[in-house]
Each structure stands twice: as C-alpha cells, then as structure tokens.
C-alpha cells in the first residue's frame, strides 16, 4: 500500500486532490508532541479521511518528558479514532536522548488506555544503536532512505538494507522526505506499507471481518459398482470420455470406482490368458470371465 504522512508542514494540501490523482492508498497525520501541542490540521484531516473511508494513522512525536504524560495527551487527542487509525509513537530528535526504557513507558501507558500496541517509527541506525529487545510485540514503521533526491511518484520496490532485529520484521518503510506527487508541489514522505487493508486494520485494533466458511458439500453416495454395469460399459452402453462420466454419475455410479473396476478385470483378464494360452481379445476375454 502506498502511504503519505503528513504534518502542518503540509498545511493546504487537497486530499481529495491528491487521492484522485495519484495511486495514494492511505495518510497518516501528526496528532500531536510533547504534553500540549496539538497539530492545527488534525481535526479537518481526520475528518475528510474518516468521511472518505481511507486508510488513516496517527501519530505522537515524542518529546522525551514525561512519558505518561505525552501518552494519556496524545490518547486524548485520537481516542476518536482508536480502532479506525493505527497509533504511532514518532521515536526521533530529543527524545532519543531518553532511551527506550522511556519509549516503554510511553507505550505501556498508551496500551493500559486505549488497549491497542502503537506503532513504533524510527529510523533504522537508532534501532541497531538502542535496545529494542523489549518492544518487539510493538509492530515498526523504518525509516531509511536511499540519498536525498526528489521521487516522483511512488515506488513499486523502495531500497532498504539492513536488519531490523530484534523486531522480526518491518511493517512499514518510509523511504524518502523528498517525494512529489501530482496535485501538490511541495515535499512528501513517501512510505511502503507490506500488507493488506485487512493486516492494516488489525493494526488499529479492529478486527478483519471473517469470511465465513462455506458448508461443506456432503459426499456423493453411489451404488456399489457390479458385474453389469461394468459390461454395459464394456459394451458402449455409456458412450464414452465426458460423456460417460455424466451417464454413470446420472445412474447413481461413481465413474472413478467404475473404472477401476474394468482395470481390475483387464487385470485377471491378461493372466488369464497367459494361463490358458489363449488368443482372445482382451475385451472377449473379460466377457467370458465375467459371465463365467
């Protein structure tokens, strides 16, 4: 799926501009940072993607203070949304100086809240140079870029080299701050979500709506295949190839145990004439033993 997310930097920007426009699938919106700020364009964002059914996150830029405090401000702010929009904590700048032991406190209290495991957003030198080993059930968004050139439009296969252990995978890339889309000249970050709409959901804490299974069709009973409807085979009684299969089926006989039937009966059929010697067809043969 391919993502956008979006600041006020972006203030003025057309979504549905930029949707009609584009091969864009989902936006995630800055919400908030810190204990008090609150993006500007938050509400009339939400509101536009919440009306038009897209695929929508949000997301906490950490500051690094008091780390429960910034999850119960920024779960005032989304709880409108918890179960519609994937939670992201926006692990970068000062509040990398507090460490992942103040992330887990941030995120633990944003789980006792709300009951849903936020996204984790950072870039992937902070990941091979801090402690996530207690935070891998936290699903990741990766931040890693190729160079700093401009990209115009979305790419099918983003570049990224490196593992992400501890986490067992990335769910997200983001892999340039300098993409350009139609319907917008300003800069964009430009992400790759490896999932489906369904995984996405399950992200946010909803569940994909289970399809339900279909009822098993019961086994066909057929009679128990006889001497006689193998010499009505025999004698072309049930024509032959597709069509035969529907005549036996349509007289209650599985063509399958019919068949091997018949080969059972070539079968003595050929040692019976190497018994007797003789240089009966195959097919008189089998009549002979079967009328014997």
């Known amino acids: 799926m391919n993502i956008i997310d979006i600041a006020s930097w972006q203030k003025g920007i057309d979504l549905n501009a930029l949707f009609k426009t584009n091969p864009l699938d989902g936006v995630i919106v800055k919400a908030t940072q810190g204990l008090t700020y609150v993006n500007t364009e938050y509400q ?11 695929p929508i996150g949000v997301y906490h830029y950490c500051d690094g203070g008091d780390a429960a405090g910034e999850a119960a401000h920024f779960y005032e702010v989304v709880s409108p949304v918890i179960g519609r929009a994937i939670p992201v904590a926006d692990y970068e700048g000062d509040a990398l100086h ?17 009951s849903v495991r936020a996204m984790i957003y950072c870039s992937l030198s902070v990941i091979h ?27 099918e296969n983003p570049w990224q080299k490196g593992s992400v252990s501890p986490f067992p995978k990335y769910w997200m890339h983001q892999y340039t701050s300098c993409g350009q889309l139609n319907s917008w000249s300003g800069r964009l970050d430009f992400d790759k979500f490896y999932g489906t709409i369904d995984d996405w959901n399950s992200l946010c804490g909803k569940s994909a709506t289970p399809t339900p299974a279909p009822a098993p069709t019961p086994a066909p009973k ?6 006689s409807v193998c010499l009505a085979v025999l004698h072309g009684d049930y024509k032959t190839g597709t069509e035969r299969q529907i005549l036996l089926r349509e007289a209650g006989y599985d063509p399958s145990a019919v068949q091997r039937k018949i080969n059972q009966l070539y079968s003595v059929a050929a040692k019976t004439k190497t018994t007797i010697g003789s240089d009966m067809p195959y097919i008189d043969c089998l009549l002979w033993i079967m009328r014997s």
């Open 222 to 227: 057929y009679k128990e295949v006889g001497p």
């Open 129 to 155: 140079e801090q402690d996530f080993s207690q935070l891998t059930e936290h699903p990741l968004w990766v931040a890693q870029y190729a160079d700093m050139n401009p990209v115009y439009g979305f790419l």
């Open 98 to 114: 507090s460490g992942t032991a103040w992330l887990k406190k941030f995120l633990d209290k944003f789980y006792q809240l709300s």
């Open 44 to 54: 009339p964002w939400i509101k536009w993607l919440t009306e038009h059914d897209k």
